[in-house]
C-alpha cells in the first residue's frame, strides 16, 4: 500500500540498518543535491509500535528529502515482524547498493540467519567485538575487528574451535592491541594454530605460545617482504606464525620432558 507520511513519523532500527557515515553522508548529498521526485522511489517501510513506521529501504534519500525542506515522502507500506525486516533489508541492499559485510552481518544476525549466530557465538567466546559499521584501525579498541568475511571463510575452512583458540591468540595473550584483528592475521592464524590441533592440551599450550609471540612485529616484516614479490602475504604470514609456534612448543615439551625426568 503506497502512502505519504511524515518523516518525523519514521524511525530507522540500529539492530539491522546501518549509520548514515562516509559514503553513506556522500550519497545523501548527491541526492539532495540533484533532488526531483521523478527520481524517488517510494521508502519501503513497515508499522511498529507508537503509530510509527521503521525503515526498510530508503534512509538515505528520506535523508535527503528532509535536507530540501519536504515533511513527507512517498512509502510502500508492507507489514513485517521485525526478523523480517531485517531480512528484507538485507535482500534489498545486498542485491541493489553496496553495503559493508558488517551491515549484511548485523541484518543476517537480526534476521537470525544460522551463520551470522555462529559467527556471534564464536566472537562472544573469543572475547571479539565484530562491529557492525566501518572504524578506522587507529579509533579501534583492542579486541575489535571488521573482518566478518574472513570469520565466516576461517568458519568454511577450519574447526569452530580452531577459530576461538585464534582469535584468543590475540584477545588473550599481550597481542591484545587495537586494529590487530585485521582479516589477514585472522586467516593465517587460524591456519596456523590448527595445524597443531591434535597436541595434548592444545589451547593451553598454543595460548602460551602466542603470548610469548609479537604479532604486529611478524605482519609488518612480512608485508615488506611481501613488496619485494614474495608469494602472498597471508600464506607468507600463516607460515612464519606456523613457525614460531613450532619453536615455542617444542622449547615447552622439552621442558617438560626434563622436569619429568628429574623427579624421577
Given at each position: 500500500?503506497?502512502?505519504?507520511?511524515?518523516?518525523?513519523?519514521?524511525?530507522?532500527?540500529?539492530?539491522?540498518?546501518?549509520?548514515?557515515?562516509?559514503?553513506?553522508r556522500i550519497n545523501v548529498a548527491r541526492i539532495a543535491r540533484d533532488f526531483r521526485w521523478t527520481f524517488f522511489a517510494p521508502v519501503v517501510v513497515s508499522p511498529v509500535e507508537g503509530g510509527q513506521f521503521a525503515i526498510i529501504d530508503g534512509q538515505h534519500r528520506t535523508t535527503?528529502?528532509?535536507?530540501?525542506?519536504?515533511?513527507?515522502?512517498?512509502?510502500?507500506?508492507?507489514?513485517?515482524?521485525?526478523?523480517?525486516?531485517?531480512?528484507?533489508?538485507?535482500?534489498?541492499?545486498?542485491?541493489?547498493?553496496p553495503i559493508t559485510p558488517m551491515a549484511l552481518y548485523a541484518a543476517a544476525l537480526t534476521a537470525r540467519e544460522t551463520w551470522a549466530i555462529e559467527i556471534t557465538d564464536v566472537c562472544s567466546e573469543a572475547d571479539v567485538n565484530l562491529?557492525?559499521?566501518?572504524?578506522?584501525?587507529?579509533?579501534?579498541?583492542?579486541?575489535?575487528?571488521?573482518?566478518?568475511?574472513?570469520?565466516?571463510a576461517c568458519l568454511r575452512r577450519h574447526q569452530r574451535n580452531d577459530l576461538v583458540i585464534a582469535l584468543r591468540c590475540v584477545t588473550q595473550t599481550n597481542n591484545n592491541k587495537p586494529g590487530m584483528l585485521s582479516a589477514r592475521l585472522i586467516k593465517a592464524l587460524c591456519e596456523a594454530v590448527s595445524s597443531f590441533s591434535?597436541?595434548?592440551?592444545?589451547?593451553?599450550?598454543?595460548?602460551?605460545?602466542?603470548?610469548?609471540?609479537d604479532l604486529e612485529r611478524i605482519s609488518t616484516e612480512v608485508s615488506e617482504?611481501?613488496?619485494?614479490?614474495?608469494?602472498?602475504p597471508t600464506s607468507s604470514l600463516a607460515e612464519k606464525i606456523r613457525k614460531n609456534f613450532a619453536r615455542l612448543l617444542s622449547q615447552a615439551g622439552s621442558g617438560r620432558h626434563l622436569q619429568l625426568a628429574n623427579t624421577h
Open positions: 500500500m503506497l502512502q505519504w507520511l511524515k518523516i518525523e513519523d519514521l524511525v530507522v532500527d540500529m539492530s539491522y540498518q546501518r549509520p548514515i557515515v562516509g559514503r553513506g535527503a528529502a528532509a535536507l530540501c525542506g519536504f515533511d513527507r515522502v512517498p512509502c510502500q507500506v508492507v507489514i513485517a515482524a521485525h526478523e523480517e525486516q531485517a531480512a528484507a533489508f538485507k535482500a534489498i541492499n545486498g542485491v541493489i547498493t562491529l557492525r559499521y566501518p572504524i578506522a584501525t587507529d579509533r579501534q579498541v583492542p579486541g575489535q575487528t571488521m573482518a566478518v568475511g574472513a570469520l565466516r591434535d597436541l595434548v592440551g592444545y589451547e593451553e599450550r598454543v595460548l602460551a605460545a602466542a603470548n610469548e609471540i617482504r611481501t613488496k619485494d614479490g614474495e608469494k602472498g
